[in-house]
């Protein structure tokens, strides 16, 4: 079982900038892959990025991608989601995720082996 903690969210104003933090219970999180989905209100939730083992891989959905960086830190067991020119249809609740790999692409299109519990982020205009 692995226990995730987001934390990071807040309010910020659009084009503006937050960092999530997501921290793992196990000492074995440098062997899971790790994730951030979101879900906005009155919408599925929806795969936001995604990061190796070793972090040598990253995955992105096209809706983020050259705004927001994944990264991991696994001596700190803790996985970052930085989030720049953020926009009004960023604002959702934020969880992180985490997978055994390989996992890869799966990211795409399948649910997660672990949650966290979220994080809202609230981006006005």
């Known amino acids: 079982q692995v226990q995730l903690v987001e934390s990071g969210g807040g309010l910020v104003q659009a084009g503006g900038s937050l960092r999530l933090s997501c921290a793992a219970s196990?000492?074995?999180?440098?062997?899971?892959?790790m994730g951030w989905f979101r879900q906005a209100p009155g919408k599925v939730r929806e795969f936001v990025a995604a990061?190796?083992?070793?972090?040598?891989?990253?995955y992105y959905a096209d809706s983020v991608k050259g705004r927001f960086t994944i990264s991991r830190d696994n001596a700190k067991n803790t996985v970052y989601l930085q989030m720049n020119s953020l926009k009004p249809e960023d604002t959702a609740v934020y969880y992180c995720?985490?997978?055994?790999?390989?996992?890869?692409?799966?990211?795409?299109?399948?649910?997660?082996?672990?949650w966290g519990q979220g994080t809202q982020v609230t981006v006005s205009s």
């Open positions: 990061i190796s083992w070793s972090g040598s891989s990253t």
């Open positions: 995720a985490a997978s055994l790999p390989p996992y890869g692409s799966k990211w795409y299109s399948s649910p997660p082996d672990y």
């Open positions: 196990r000492r074995t999180f440098g062997n899971y892959e």
